[in-house]
């Protein structure tokens, strides 16, 4: 196997009190799509900010190929950008809504410095919009003129436009009517595929991951609770919060007739239970889970869980 | 296969129990200095103890049809039809009349509980302040009915809660306040649109069986708006399915998620990710804009089945409960 694109060793954020990403270890694939999966509040959007270096961490090593990302600056921080691009939930937020869609996608070409002269970048922004499925009359139009999953396009162009090696997209479906959401979704799968892009998919939506995802991290509380391949997690779950939060969809199999698999509600990031961070809501909870913090260990075929259960 | 549907072999059983009825129900908006139709020739109807399922995408019509029928709609809009409540006639009331109606009789849960509840007063002032008006209780009689009905949505130390403010509860406590204040004043109708969106997917299992089981206890009916067919496959015993402002289906949650009849029903469930990694069938294109739909059939530009004869408007069975609006539907309707 070959070094992983991205990684992160111990990676923690912390705002104030609030205890926001803790100690997390990423190991991004080369040319493979991660899914970072967790309800509100488990830190994966702020694992996303942390590695592209939008927000700073408290501690903890990022790498990034073969540099420390944590330590570049300035000018070697801005080259590194052109390699790391995001995609938002909003496209409408994240698009610049007085810029026109043709320098929208030259734009960052220009910061970048790719290619010779306005011809060539205005060339490069028609191939990407055809590549996305938009029509080269898109270029001389504005954000607010295209529908949802239109503007999400162009969010995807606006990537690709400096070529790089890691795409962080963080909910980039969850705005989007069903209909388009399938189309989004082939389209990022699609574009994945034709540049050997790693991506870094951040998502609630547990149907959707297991889409568009080869390996899986579930977060909960900060940390990653559960990792593996995605078959493994999706058919093996191996943690009592993997478990239930598969199960807990609509549709699946119910206990006593109820939905609910999990009491209670996520306590706050800044009164994380001692020990296990899960046991104030696992059924299965025992006196060590109070006191000791379960380890991730080993279950067998590249999967990985933290719970004390999986030593008895 | 299709599933038996319970409702085609007795309707006269539940006819008498109906709580709710659109009878060609449509709604018009000024826009632009014209009146633009955006929900179209609606009806259906909710009966006590069942949920109907009101689904569709985003500008389908869906949230509209659920404000006119509380009497809501937005300023300047124009609501036709006939719409009954508990046997009365409510379109041609006053808003006075129709205000008293819709606290009493008609409970709404809002998807965002933080726009729906006020941010600045406490708790229990908002849910007495409802109880006193419509059931006409004293405050201190208004504030035991609150504490009751807080204990019923599962919500621990009501007394403490009433003398907070809803920014201090979570998301899902939010939706349970939201849930009582709804039900505080002993509705036979409660509409919900999109209430478990906004949640996180186990908090979301725990609101649905909340309201299955206040539906039960209580023998409420529910109209249930939302997007997600599993939520309508799981929790609802009818479906209405709307395209465009038009109602393009209409039979059991189960036979419309399961066996679906018309094609863009079909499609919003083939476009959802299961278990395979298969390609995604999306549909095609994107749904038209409000004041601008097709001509005839308004799914016809996105539909690989449309022909000629989809150019003019498909009508939809008045008198089954199980119905399509399609001139080549999946499935022939039993």
């Known amino acids: 196997m070959t070094a992983p694109l991205l990684e992160t060793r111990a990676l923690c954020k912390t705002f104030g009190k609030v205890q926001a990403v803790r100690s997390v270890d990423l190991a991004l694939p080369r040319g493979r799509t991660f899914g970072l999966v967790g309800e509100s509040g488990s830190g994966k959007s702020t694992v ?6 939008l927000i700073e961490a408290t501690s903890g090593d990022i790498r990034f190929g073969d540099e420390d990302l944590r330590r570049l600056g300035g000018e070697a921080l801005r080259r590194r950008r052109r390699r790391m691009q995001m995609i938002f939930q909003d496209p409408y937020g994240s698009l610049n809504g007085r810029m026109t869609v043709g320098e929208t996608l030259v734009e960052p070409q220009l910061v970048h410095d790719i290619g010779t002269g306005g011809r060539a970048r205005r060339d ?33 162009a606006r990537a690709l436009a400096t070529d790089p090696e890691l795409i962080v997209a963080d909910e980039p479906v969850s705005a989007l009517d069903v209909s388009v959401q399938a189309q989004i979704l082939n389209l990022l799968g699609d574009m994945q595929r034709e540049h050997q892009t790693t991506m870094l998919f951040i998502s609630h939506d547990l149907r959707v991951v297991r889409y568009v995802c080869d390996e899986i991290a579930v977060m909960y509380l900060g940390e990653i609770v559960e990792r593996g391949p995605r078959d493994r997690v999706y058919d093996r779950p191996a943690h009592p ?24 509600e996520i306590p706050s990031a800044d009164a994380i239970p001692t020990g296990c961070a899960f046991r104030s809501r696992c059924p299965h909870a025992f006196d060590r889970c109070k006191i000791e913090a379960p380890r991730m260990q080993d279950v067998g075929g590249g999967q990985t869980a933290a719970c004390h259960l999986l030593d008895r | 296969m299709k599933m038996t549907d319970p409702e085609t072999t007795m309707p006269a059983a539940t006819a008498s129990q109906e709580v709710m009825r659109a009878e060609g129900l449509s709604v018009a908006l000024p826009i632009d200095g014209r009146m633009v139709p955006v929900v179209t020739d609606v009806s259906f109807g909710v009966s006590r103890g069942e949920a109907v399922a009101l689904v569709g995408e985003s500008g389908c019509g869906k949230s509209m049809t659920a404000s006119a029928i509380i009497g809501l709609p937005p300023r300047g809009a124009q609501v036709t039809g006939r719409l009954i409540v508990n046997g009365r006639e409510v379109l041609g009331l006053s808003p006075r009349q129709r205000r008293k109606l819709c606290g009493n009789e008609i409970g709404f849960i809002f998807q965002e509980p933080m726009t729906a509840l006020h941010p600045t007063l406490r708790i229990g002032r908002q849910m ?71 949640l996180d997917v186990t908090i979301q299992a725990q609101v649905l069986d909340l309201m299955e089981r206040m539906r039960k206890e209580f ?3 529910m109209l249930f708006i ?20 038009d109602v393009v289906e209409r039979g059991s949650a189960a036979g419309v998620t399961r066996a679906p009849a018309h094609p863009y029903t079909r499609g919003l469930i083939e ?64």
């Open chain 1, 48 to 53: 996303a900010r942390l590695v592209l270096r």
């Open chain 1, 124 to 156: 490069r922004a028609r191939s990407l919009l055809r590549e996305v499925g938009l029509p080269d009359s898109a270029m001389d139009r504005f954000p607010h003129e295209f529908s949802g999953g239109q503007r999400q396009r162009i969010a995807i």
């Open chain 1, 241 to 264: 919060y993997t478990q239930a939060l598969l199960t807990s969809a609509p549709g699946s199999p119910r206990k006593d007739g109820k939905r609910a698999k999990l009491a209670g």
């Open chain 2, 128 to 198: 007495t302040d409802t109880i006193c008006h419509n059931l006409g209780l004293s405050r201190r009689a208004a504030t035991e009915r609150a504490v009751e009905i807080l204990d019923t949505v599962g919500i621990p130390r009501p007394r403490a809660i009433l003398q907070g403010y809803v920014h201090q509860l979570s998301g899902g406590m939010r939706q349970r306040v939201m849930i009582a204040l709804a039900l505080s004043c002993e509705p036979s109708l409660v509409i919900a649109d999109e209430p478990t969106t906004a």
């Open chain 2, 219 to 221: 023998d409420l009916g």
């Open chain 2, 226 to 245: 939302t997007h997600d067919l599993e939520v309508v496959r799981d929790f609802c015993d009818r479906a209405v399915v709307m395209y465009s402002g």
């Open chain 2, 271 to 334: 476009a959802v990710p299961g278990e395979t990694t298969d390609r995604l069938v999306p549909i095609p294109g994107s749904v038209p804009q409000i004041g601008a739909w097709p001509e005839g059939c308004r799914f016809a530009p996105r539909c690989a089945r449309a022909d000629a004869k989809c150019r003019t408007h498909p009508p939809l069975d008045a008198e089954n409960p199980t119905a399509v609006r399609c001139w080549h539907p999946l499935e022939e309707i039993a």
